[in-house]
């Protein structure tokens, strides 16, 4: 028996030429909630973010939305994540505004590497895998099993 449900979703638009917008929502019966991160391509840095909270469960949960705009001068890139928890304040936060933040930074990231890798290519996958794979693994080094790096595979420097 089904007891709760809970819809996340996030889009990516070009906002403009130097610039993609990512939205992420959450909505459940306790919740309706959205992020807004705008980031500029050349160089990968958020330069706006924030947050609406429509539904929360408790009064005091609206307070916790002016937490996204903490993340504006962050480039995304490895461990922007980690650095993003602290900027969502933690117990003086909200879980899931840090989380929508954190698809929002994920998915923008995957339409970045995108334009990096050749949109057309990236969208219609015309290499095999296992060439799509070699190409992308230096920026999705160990992220998921096809980007996994063995030790053995690895140069010490």
């Known amino acids: 028996m089904e007891i709760y449900e809970r819809n996340i979703n996030a889009a990516v638009s070009q906002d403009d030429d130097d610039h993609i917008l990512t939205k992420a929502s959450?909505?459940?019966?306790?919740h309706n909630m959205r992020i807004?991160?705008?980031v500029r391509i050349a160089d990968r840095t958020i330069v706006d973010a924030n947050a609406q909270m429509t539904k929360t469960p408790f009064r005091?949960?609206?307070q916790t939305?002016?937490?996204?705009?903490?993340?504006?001068?962050?480039k995304i890139e490895r461990g922007?994540?980690?650095?993003m928890s602290d900027l969502f304040g933690r117990s003086e936060g909200c879980t899931h505004l840090y989380e929508l933040a954190v698809e929002a930074v994920r998915?923008?990231?995957?339409?970045?590497?995108?334009?990096?890798?050749g949109d057309v290519e990236w969208r219609e996958r015309r290499l095999s895998d296992e060439e799509f794979i070699e190409?992308?693994?230096?920026?999705l080094k160990n992220s998921c099993l096809p980007f996994?790096?063995?030790?053995?595979?690895?140069?010490?420097?």
């Not at 996994?148 to 420097?157: A, G, L, R």
């Open 107 to 117: 998915l923008s990231s995957n339409v970045l590497f995108g334009f990096e890798a």
């Open 36 to 38: 807004e991160v705008r």
């Open 80 to 83: 922007i994540t980690h650095k």
């Open 26 to 30: 959450l909505l459940d019966l306790n």
């Open 65 to 74: 939305a002016k937490f996204a705009r903490n993340i504006i001068g962050l």
């Open 135 to 139: 190409r992308a693994k230096g920026f």
């Open 60 to 62: 005091i949960c609206f």
């Open 148 to 157: 996994k790096v063995e030790e053995s595979d690895q140069v010490i420097k």
